[in-house]
């Protein structure tokens, strides 16, 4: 059975620092891409970050870029997106999901595989 597993998410001031985790099982970690999305209540969900499992290639949305790093532990079958610099805005449920290799990018459509996400709130 396929589980992607978020956790991490909390309440925390502006600026301030969180870092999520998603746990990977029942699939072949190395043959999938892993992302970050994010959905605030209003909005619609947009990617944050993804990593490739087989190389390492990271990318960022624009709104993240300086401020959060997505890594990878390939033996722990397990992503990482450290949140700094954090600000009211960056206010959503985050999700990690998971994308068939060659795939790397953003687009949500080209994820399989979801978790059921984790709550992150910055207050001002």
């Known amino acids: 059975e396929v589980q992607l597993v978020e956790s991490g998410g909390g309440l925390v001031q502006a600026g301030g620092s969180l870092r999520l985790s998603c746990a990977a099982s029942?699939?072949?970690?190395?043959?999938?891409?892993i992302g970050w999305f994010r959905h605030a209540p209003g909005k619609e969900r947009e990617g944050v970050s993804c990593?490739?499992?087989?190389?390492?290639?990271?990318y960022y949305a624009d709104s993240v870029k300086g401020r959060f790093t997505i890594s990878s532990d390939n033996a722990k079958n397990t992503v990482y997106l450290q949140m700094n610099s954090l600000k009211p805005e960056d206010t959503a449920v985050y999700y990690c999901?998971?994308?068939?290799?060659?795939?790397?990018?953003?687009?949500?459509?080209?994820?399989?595989?979801w978790g059921q996400g984790t709550q992150v709130t910055v207050s001002s």
């Open positions: 999901a998971a994308a068939p290799a060659p795939y790397y990018g953003l687009s949500l459509y080209e994820y399989d595989y």
């Open positions: 990593i490739s499992s087989s190389d390492g290639s990271t």
């Open positions: 029942g699939f072949t970690f190395d043959d999938y891409a």
